[in-house]
């Protein structure tokens, strides 16, 4: 089955760590993003690919970064510079070349202690 | 800028009690709306875009409608498994860096739909 997977589903990282999510598509999608959500507001945009090796800044990137070595593949690194990390993070991607909907992945959350 | 606004925050109905909920949104230049469903702890569920004004589609109990400034998803006698918060997002034809469009969302708050049997 095609889908979006994302790893760990739980994660728990002490303060002044790195953490890295994994994200994992097998749809031949071209794009990926990531989103971060808390309660009560909207999805907000980290970071985003439209190819191999070309990434750009989404709305909140400070604090993260990603790569993007394979298509099928998104990850993304939540810094120590990261100053609330604390929520869920979600992976989508979507065609270029179908409709502009974009496919949601399980999510991750991270706790900081 | 592009905004998203959902109303209301929370809306709790009797099992087979119909109504709807609300996005209202301003964006320059509509390329899409998007209705997802949320269940805790997973991720959004797509399930319906709209293009124009005048627009209606429907998914089994769930039909969403689109006007110049907001949309509605309407709800026809709900069940318990409808439960779930309901996420709107809009994508702008502006949305593009280096003069590409790289598909930007941007989303309301949510719904939190609860059903009672």
């Known amino acids: 089955d095609g889908g979006i997977t994302q790893s760990p589903k739980y994660l728990f990282r002490k303060e002044g760590q790195n ?36 990434f750009q800044k989404g709305d909140i990137a400070e604090g993260y970064s990603v790569s993007r070595e394979k298509k099928e593949s ?27 909907e974009q496919f949601f992945g399980p999510g991750t959350r991270l706790t900081v202690l | 800028e592009d905004q998203v606004t959902q109303s209301p925050e929370a809306l709790r109905l009797q099992e087979g009690e ?29 399930l319906f875009t709209l293009y124009s004004a005048g627009e209606e589609k429907e998914k089994e109990r769930l039909k969403a409608t689109l006007t110049k400034k907001e949309s509605f998803l309407h709800i026809t006698a709900p069940k318990p498994e409808d439960s779930a918060t309901y ?13 590409t469009s790289y598909g930007k969302l941007t989303f309301g708050q949510g719904t939190i739909l609860t059903v009672h049997p």
């Open chain 2, 18 to 46: 119909s109504s709807s909920l609300n996005c209202s949104y301003t964006v320059s230049g509509l390329r899409g709306l998007f209705w997802y469903r949320q269940d805790p702890g997973k991720g959004p569920e797509f």
């Open chain 1, 74 to 100: 998104f990850p993304l690194t939540v810094t120590s510079a990261q100053k609330n990390p604390t929520a869920f993070y979600l992976c989508a991607s979507r065609r270029l070349a179908g409709g502009p």
């Open chain 1, 19 to 54: 953490v890295t999510l994994s994200c994992e598509q097998n749809l031949n999608h071209d794009a990926m993003y990531w989103y971060r959500q808390d309660p009560g507001q909207g999805l907000r945009l980290i970071y985003y690919s439209q190819i191999v090796n070309d």
């Open chain 2, 87 to 99: 996420l709107c997002a809009v994508q702008a034809w502006g949305a593009s860096a280096g003069g």
